[in-house]
């Protein structure tokens, strides 16, 4: 009984070992043949012009100029969905990165939001826009605010909080649109 699962054993490995070269030449074959191009340029330089154009999609453009009221629209909508997902993600960054260096009282508005994203554990919330009126390099929005969120001293009970507020938005032809007033900013901080 044992010389035959020895037996066994020794032909299940042979038998894998005389397989492997059929394995590997099919893995082989299964793989897509490289281009004449991209065996000429090494694989760095395709990469940079991948970067490049990523690059070129972050920075303002003309799409988002004042000149493109459709453009504009588009960019401020991205603007807000970034401050939104900001509070959703609980990053104080990305929340502030949509604000403009001139908002009034940056500093304290900055402090207010960390503090208040510390204090909740989970939050959702809905930015649906009422109002977009774009008029040369400046910007109004007014949207229809809701946020649910659970504050973590009180874990079991969730908190919903709703208000219209106006954004105002001003550009700046090297960051793009950037929001330089919320009103009122305490829907956000308290």
């Known amino acids: 009984m044992k010389a035959l699962k020895k037996f066994n054993l020794v032909l299940g490995l ?3 070992l005389a397989g492997l070269p059929v394995i590997v030449a099919a893995f082989a074959m299964s793989r897509p043949a490289r ?3 991209d065996q ?5 330089q395709s990469d940079k012009k991948k970067d490049k154009k990523k690059k070129k999609d972050d920075s303002p453009g003309a799409e988002d100029s004042p000149d493109n009221a459709a453009g504009a629209r588009r960019a401020i909508k991205r603007v807000l969905g970034d401050f939104q997902d900001g509070f959703e993600g609980h990053s104080p960054r990305r929340v502030t990165d949509s604000l403009d260096e001139r908002f009034e009282d940056f500093p304290r508005f900055e402090d207010a939001v960390t503090q208040f994203l510390e204090r909740t554990s989970e939050m959702r919330m ?8 774009v008029k040369g ?3 109004t929005v007014i949207v229809d605010a ?10 079991t009970q969730d908190q919903r909080r709703r208000e219209r507020i106006q954004f105002d938005f001003v550009y700046n032809p090297k960051k793009g649109w950037k929001i330089v007033e919320i009103t009122p900013r305490q829907f956000f901080v308290s």
């Open 14 to 16: 042979v038998m894998a």
């Open 35 to 37: 281009s004449p191009q």
């Open 40 to 44: 000429q340029q090494p694989p760095d």
């Open 126 to 133: 809905n930015l649906r826009e009422s109002t977009t009126e």
């Open 137 to 139: 390099d400046h910007a």
């Open 146 to 155: 809701e946020m649910i969120f659970t504050d973590k001293a009180k874990p």
